[in-house]
């Protein structure tokens, strides 16, 4: 794929954060983008943002975890816009807090949005994009935290551990079709989700440390979602398979490849916050790029085809 104008790309999560960069990075690619968002004043802001540089963008209310609405969020597309080119399934959702204290329903809102979200787009969408016989791309927004446990958010990391292999396994099954399926693995990234979801349980005081650490670590040290957003419309040409970014995303993830045990014992003592300040203050900017020049070459070697 190696452009996207007046190609129609799809972004659920598009309210704010990593969806927000991307629709606008992808809009100014020419693409015709459809921002959803479970918000409606959120999606249409994000469109606002885009059509005031001249973009072309449509805003939707949908709750990806809805299988109904996601079905009928995809023929509402095909049947205004045609077959998407691009579907990035961003939304996500996340809590924190020891295990034994979350609800079957924080379990229910996690597995709906951050799995079941996937699933109902990657189903609706996917199938268009194989049936119109032009293939097309499909980019699952998953986390570090699906291959290195985070403390007091096991079921966040669950979800996203699901997702991740949902992820490669439609890349077999998509094998031929020409659609082209990818997961990208974000690291710590300031999108505000630690500001707005939840701390369960009775350790509530644990629970709310650990998000608000992670809020002001994102205001200071993490990346904005524009560095994410960057990497996702330059994967959407190239179609790799895994794409941890940026930097401490590449290292850990080659860390659990090397030594799965290392890595875990490291996820007890180390905090993806821990490892983007350390990064900061460590690394020059010349010496990460060659750095992270060097994990990305790796990596895409891991990942032949």
Known sequence: MSGFDNEVVVITGAGGGIGRAVA???ARRHAIVIAADLDKQRAVETAE?????????TPYAVDVADAAAMENFAED??????TPRVLVNNACYTTAGPFLEHTMADWERL????VWGLVHGSTYFGRQMADSGRGGRIINVTSVAAFAPIPLSTPYCTTKAAAQMLTEGLRLEFAGTGVGVTAVCPALVHTGIYDNDDADGEQTAAAARTLS???LAQRYVAHSPD???RTIVRVASRNPAVVPTPIEARALYLATRVSP?????AARVLHPDRLTALRARLTRPGALSRIDDYLARK?????RP
Do not use: C, P, W
């Open 111 to 114: 597995m709906g949005v951050n």
């Open 227 to 229: 560095n994410i957003a």
């Open 213 to 215: 650490v992670s809020a």
């Open 24 to 26: 606008q990075r992808f």
């Open 77 to 82: 597309v095909h049947a205004e816009f045609g």
């Open 49 to 57: 943002t885009i059509t005031a540089f001249g973009g072309d963008a």
């Open 299 to 303: 990596l895409d070697h891991l990942h």
């Open 261 to 265: 045990s290392g890595a875990r014992l």
